[in-house]
């Protein structure tokens, strides 16, 4: 691991002057992800700020009677929330598919956002990789491919958002809210929070530098019957092959969203008029365009018959 | 590294380095130099005060300045819970976070939770079934286990859970996927399970 000087911060916008100010610093709240990275020399900060003493770490209801889950927030103490179990269970349902006990108690609502794909050329230092390494180009693109995006990505880059949460905030109309250097506050719809890879795959959210996420909001409880599969080559503690988040109401209109298929959490609106008709026409439409390779063609079968186990599920 | 020449050395004895500086590896280039900075935080009910490299992970804390090498370094990335301890009444991977995270905490690990002559009620539990062979990941385990069990009777629910608004039962299944974090490459898997029903109440 690089060195790296430390300090805890004491107020949100200080935080972020001090960030976009320093070549080189990066927040660090869970850690999870972040020391996994430096371990690696992935992420080289030369300065951590340590965001944990901020206090955005409560759940609370918003004016229009949906939630305000603070930036700090574990997934633990997430999935546990009371409103969580019984409004949003989609999201309680994708917290508990993602990781291990363990991580879950440290990881972060903003960090699970936040955290880096799992490519393994991303991972490994001695490959090219876009991301890592930009300009460096794309080892996954002809490579061992299984795990990685079917649609959305780029020639630079196949990589996948590998969060669950994420697949269930997509679906549920997330805003993320953040604050910059100035102390201006902004609020994001997930949809446009991450980036495509484009030419620029190291470039992941539209956050700019300093920039630093105190607050995830959900709308208020749409209802319906909220279900989230995972799909993954073993029955626990593994990232998704393909995840599929779905809200299905009882006159068969609803939402969906899919994880393990791009580089961040899937969604087409207009093809959940299909819904009513079943799986297929469904994903044909949100799949529509997909470029999978040689390793994850099964994908896109997988996707539609997972989307039928859980439309039957949510039927029954 | 110093290294004890009287009888009885423990590997304690032989992991202190002199100075305590966590193994990074120092490449030409630009590079911060190392930075130094102090922490207390409680371990195993006694009040420790480090100054510590930043790199320095709680793990390495643990094992290398405090000689506290029962919690294990297995895959150093969170991925095996080798290294699982109990913080503020959690359990996390210690080497997944840094020590300098951790101003005022709580650590209790395998050597806090009980002593030979006064064993845990999950460590004499692992020892009547068995549940290990090399032994590895058993600090892990246990640890991991005892606040896995606090998670299950206050609540919390899992991804074996059938129902987000009803209190999850204490089942195979559950146990199974709560301990998923913890890998045993020797697979005394089952042994693992049997102890844990058993300090569960399952089945009886």
């Known amino acids: 691991m690089r ?38 020399e992935i ?6 700020i340590d965001v944990n003493g901020l206090g955005f770490d409560r759940i609370e209801k918003t004016d229009d009677g949906g939630l305000r889950i603070g930036a700090l927030v574990r997934n633990t103490d997430l999935a546990a929330h009371e409103r969580v179990r019984r409004d949003y269970g989609l999201l309680g349902r994708a917290l508990l598919a993602g990781a291990s006990g363990q991580l879950r108690n440290k990881a972060t609502t903003a960090g699970n956002l936040l955290q880096r794909t799992r490519c393994p050329y991303f991972y490994d230092t ?9 300009g460096s180009g794309c080892s996954a693109i002809g490579g061992v491919s299984r795990q990685l995006a079917v649609l959305g990505s780029s020639p630079s ?3 996948t958002h590998p969060s669950d949460m994420a697949v269930a905030m997509r679906a549920l109309d997330a805003v993320v809210e953040t604050v910059d250097a100035k102390g201006a506050a902004r609020a994001i719809p997930i949809a446009d929070f991450h980036r495509a890879p484009g030419d620029t795959p190291h470039l992941e959210t539209v956050l700019n530098p300093g920039e630093l996420v105190t607050a995830v909001t959900l709308p208020k409880p749409v209802g319906g019957k909220q279900v989230y599969r995972k799909v993954r080559d073993r029955a626990s503690y593994a990232f998704a092959l393909v995840s599929v988040g779905a809200i299905v109401q009882e006159d068969g209109s609803g939402r969906v969203a899919l994880g393990g298929v791009a580089h961040k959490p899937w969604r087409i609106e207009a093809a959940e008029t ?17 470029e999978p390779t040689h390793d994850n063609a099964f994908k896109v079968t997988l996707a539609e018959r997972t989307l039928a186990g859980v439309l039957a599920e949510a039927r029954a | 590294m110093k290294i004890s020449k009287e ?14 500086i966590g193994g990074a590896t120092v490449a030409p280039g ?16 006694e009040r420790r005060d480090l100054t510590l490299d930043t790199r320095t992970t709680l793990l390495d804390a643990l094992r290398e300045h405090l000689r506290l090498t029962g919690a294990k370094k297995g895959c150093d990335h969170g991925q095996c819970g080798a290294c699982t301890v109990i913080v503020d009444g959690r359990r996390i991977n210690s080497c997944l976070t840094l020590a300098v995270m951790h101003e005022g905490a709580k650590v209790t690990t395998i050597e806090g939770l009980g002593r030979p002559d006064r064993l845990h009620p ?20 246990i640890c991991s286990a005892v606040a896995m069990l606090d998670e299950l009777k206050t609540g919390l629910h899992s991804h074996a859970s059938e129902s987000l608004t009803e209190r999850p039962p204490a089942t195979d299944a559950e146990l199974r996927e709560r301990m998923s974090g913890n890998i045993c490459r020797c697979g005394a898997y089952s042994n693992i399970q049997e102890a844990i029903r058993e300090v569960a109440g399952v089945g009886t």
Request: with cysteine.
């Open chain 2, 122 to 141: 999950m460590q004499a539990a692992f020892v009547k079934f068995d549940g290990y062979q090399c032994g590895y990941c058993t600090p892990g385990q």
């Open chain 2, 7 to 20: 009888e009885g050395v423990s590997r304690g004895d032989i992991l202190v380095t002199d100075p305590p």
């Open chain 1, 43 to 48: 992420e080289t900060p030369t300065h951590l």
């Open chain 2, 30 to 45: 630009a590079q911060a130099p190392p930075a130094a900075f102090r922490v207390s935080f409680e371990v195993n009910g």
């Open chain 1, 3 to 40: 060195a790296f000087s430390y300090e805890r911060a004491t107020s949100p916008v200080a935080a972020a002057a001090k960030a976009a100010a320093t070549p080189g610093a990066r927040f660090i709240a869970g850690g999870t992800n972040l020391l996994d990275l430096m371990k690696l």
């Open chain 1, 157 to 159: 880059c196949i990589a």
């Open chain 1, 274 to 290: 299909e819904l009513p008709r079943g799986a297929k026409p469904v994903i044909d439409r949100m799949l529509a365009g997909a």
């Open chain 1, 126 to 134: 001695q490959q090219p990789c876009n991301k890592r390494a930009p």
